[in-house]
């Protein structure tokens, strides 16, 4: 093709000819889709796994029926009536009726609440004394950071059971116990994750960029560090949760956690067990809000971490 | 290594030193006697006053302290306030039997079952036969195991009259606690392993053993599997604890005369005694138990280095 003849030679092909149409910078710099920030990137990624969508489905579900259960019938979780004992579901009592002929519908929403109020508080605690240790410990480091992993270690040495079985044979056995009993043992594997990651963290570049650039030690902790290691707080949190409130049930079920009138589903699922060879359905019903709520919570936590941390999709 | 363990002894020691200490104290604020309280006050200040004085009662709190912590060292626990005449020394022997038959063969049948599980769901990769291993991972994990064991007796004990429910009498008794107890470990070394053989399985030192014409055993049972489970170590810690939890509430549902159902009972009739001898049993077999784990890391993949061996 060297030897082509060209179609214009140099002088017809003058510059008049052109017009500068130039790189337009807004053009070219144009973003067409809307930012993408981690969260709904995360998003994004959890809406394709079915799994865990589904989880998500069925707990908004229970949340629902948690808070507006109760009220769905006229009876109240407490009120007995003896001439309707034990009877079977159906119209009236729509899950039947325990040996006291209290209305079980009402009392396994209500013993709904009671799980989601101690998931909520394990998060809750998670968040505010696990991360803020462990922040605080790693960052501090030395001595403070010394010292402060004892405490730790002594509370990892001993079985979180005895501990809470203690306690609640210090005081009385009741919510307020667990939550206690919680306070003391529930943030502790949190505060260990979250000061390994931000002694991992704390020696890279972009801290000491922030230093240079003059933040302190609670501007890092809070702008810098916390949002790095936010996947790893929702994940073990998520994880977290169902643990929690198999904790609660397995206490109630051994008879050392919430006590009659009051409806837990460990409470709940205990006196159905009692009564299991000719009420089954006493048993039933709290066995599989609570195998809902917890299988719930393991898929969706899966489904987080895989969302949150692709690096250990498996 | 040695000063390692040197540390971690006495860790150890200081951690049941100061459950020892918190246990006995706790015990002493709390609300209740172990003894009746009614006919107590029918008898005379004397006779109430001796009847302390058997217990150790009636000395001052720093002197019950010592004396507890010295009995403590000798291994006396004690006389139980509720089993007469038995100390808790040989109360928790006579009830270790079935706790630890159970506890053995859920570790074996749960190890078994999960490891057997775990292959065959990470050779047969996003098959039916992986994604049902999985789902029973996931409900292992999930259900609760105080439900698991009700819905078990219900079907297999009540309806198919299969195997016998709640009594202690012969070997088939303790077929369906072990199959409560090792539902989770089932889960977890099922899950574990799958995840751990899917790693292996893409490894270059598997094509290497196919490719000098290993059969597939050899390359499953010498390449794969060992190096998969080499990492199992690491959730040996959740599946002590997970047993050590079941088997209080699995004792009692299928009235098993072991430790678990003990420590329920002692904590229901306040027997003070007791529940501090069962809490540092418990104790000290988890924190003997994680101390082996951790020994274990070194021993069996030199690549793990405790930390602070290094030193």
Known sequence: MKNAEPLLNDEELSDDLFEIVGRRAEDSEKINRPPLSAFKDSWMRLKKNKGAVISLIVLTVILLLAIFGPYMNGYKYYETDYSAAYQPPGAEHWLGTDKFGRDQWTRVWEGTRISLYIAVLAAFLDLLIGVTYGAISAMLGGKVDNAMQRVIEILVGIPNLIIIILLIMLMKPGIFTITIAMVITGWVNMARLVRAQIFKLKEQEFVLAARSLGSGNKRLILHHLIPNVMGLIVINMMFTIPSAIFTEAFLSFIGLGLQEPLASLGVLINDGFKGMRNHFYLLLYPAIVIVGIMVSFNILADGLRDALDPKMRK | ?311
């Open chain 2, 1 to 311: 290594m040695k000063k390692y363990l040197f540390f971690r002894v006495i860790n150890i020691l200081i951690t049941l030193y100061i459950i020892a200490t918190a246990t006995f104290f706790l015990m002493k604020q709390l609300p209740g006697s172990p003894f009746d309280e009614e006919r107590l006050s029918s008898l005379s200040e004397e006779q109430r006053m001796e009847f302390y004085a058997k217990y150790g009662l009636d000395k001052p709190l720093h002197e019950q302290y010592i004396l507890y912590l010295t009995n403590l060292v000798r291994g006396e626990m004690g006389d139980s306030f509720y089993f007469k005449g038995q100390d808790v020394s040989g109360l928790i022997a006579s009830r270790i039997g079935p706790s630890a038959l159970l506890g053995f063969q859920a570790v074996l049948l749960g190890f078994t079952v999960g490891i057997v599980l775990g292959i065959i769901a990470a050779f047969k990769h996003n098959t039916m036969w992986d994604f049902s291993t999985m789902l029973v991972a996931v409900l292992g994990v999930s259900v609760p195991n105080f439900v698991f064991a009700a819905l078990l007796q219900y079907y297999v004990g009540l309806k198919m009259g299969l195997l016998p429910v709640a009594f202690w009498e012969s070997y088939s008794s303790s077929i369906m606690p072990t199959l409560a107890l090792s539902l989770i470990v089932i889960a977890l070394i099922a899950r574990f392993t799958r995840n751990e053989m899917l790693e292996v399985l893409q490894q270059d030192y598997m094509l290497t053993a196919r490719a000098k014409g290993l059969s597939q055993f050899k390359v499953i049972y010498k390449h794969a599997i060992r190096n998969a489970l080499i990492p199992v170590i690491t959730i040996l810690g959740p599946i002590v604890v997970s047993l050590l939890t079941g088997s209080l509430v699995i004792e009692n549902i299928f009235g098993v005369p072991g430790i678990g159902s003990l420590f329920v009972d002692s904590i229901k009739v306040n027997d003070y005694t007791t529940i501090m001898g069962l809490t540092l049993f418990y104790s000290a077999f988890f924190v003997l138990t994680m101390l082996v784990i951790d020994l274990m890391y070194g021993v069996i993949d030199p690549r793990i280095r405790i930390s602070g061996a290094k030193e």
